[in-house]
């Protein structure tokens, strides 16, 4: 949550709150932390999911959840609530983590300001102004570290993706290849240019997020030592 800020949060008796604007699931959604109590009974889950309902409705945007399967027995009671009112699974997604080695591939990558990556972020995946403004806002907010990553051909650009590095992690964001220089190696040397950075800031473990059927980027990842360590999933509002 702190490498992929919201504009706005709110605590809620250990729920977390995320609003920007309807910019990514990932940034509006409620995000359960810990349990407010050993054990919330259903009442108290209901009343909860009632609040936050209220809130999103006032803000124009859908109510989503966004749960881990790391999580204790009250998310998963939460779940079954969720599902009981007619929320539905959306977007399960894979978090897979690497320990960082030293290596001598991908240093090809070039560093840009925020404003100059996020003109070749636009242009590579056809966001439109509205998006990229609040896109811009968004990574803005990053309190940690950042490199702004492009690979170029010449003088055109291929592929993008960002880093951010907090304590001894590293986290990777918006990497994406243009469709026509897919399976040219492109994706596999941007990624390792960015752990490399990412360890010469003192990052020691990496992490990233991979849409479950999304079976090359898990091919490439997996090429790069990357393992499963959790899924999450969105239960959205119907």
């Not at 959604?29 to 407010?36: E, L, N, Q, R």
């Not at 599902?83 to 030293?102: K, M, Q």
Request: net charge negative; aromatic share 10%.
């Amino acid at each position: 949550m702190n490498a992929w800020p919201a504009m706005q949060q709110i605590l809620l008796d250990g729920w977390v709150l995320r609003f920007s604007k309807g910019f990514t699931k990932r940034s509006n959604s409620i995000v359960p932390v810990y349990p407010a109590f050993k054990t919330e009974t259903e009442e108290t889950l209901l009343d909860k999911i009632r609040y936050c309902e209220n809130l999103y409705a006032r803000e124009q945007l859908q109510t989503v959840f966004r749960l881990t399967s790391i999580s204790d027995r009250n998310t998963a009671q939460l779940d079954e609530l969720l599902a009981e009112r007619g929320y539905e699974i959306r977007e399960r997604c894979d978090v897979l983590t690497c320990p960082l080695a030293s290596t001598d591939q991908g240093s090809a990558i070039t560093l840009l300001t925020l404003e100059q990556w996020l003109k070749v972020y636009c242009y590579l995946t056809g966001m439109g102004d509205p998006a990229a403004t609040l896109h811009n806002l968004i990574l803005k907010g990053i309190a940690g570290e950042c490199a702004f990553a492009v690979m170029m051909e010449g003088d055109n650009p291929v592929a993008c993706g960002l880093g951010v590095v907090e304590h001894e992690l590293i986290g990777l964001f918006d990497i994406y290849t243009h469709p026509e220089k897919r399976r040219s190696g492109l994706g596999r040397r941007l990624v390792t240019g960015l752990l490399n950075w990412g360890q010469s800031r003192g990052a020691h473990r990496a992490y990233l997020q991979v849409v479950d059927d999304n079976n090359p980027a898990h091919a490439l990842y997996e090429e790069l030592n990357f393992k499963h360590s959790h899924e999450y999933w969105y239960r959205i509002a119907s």
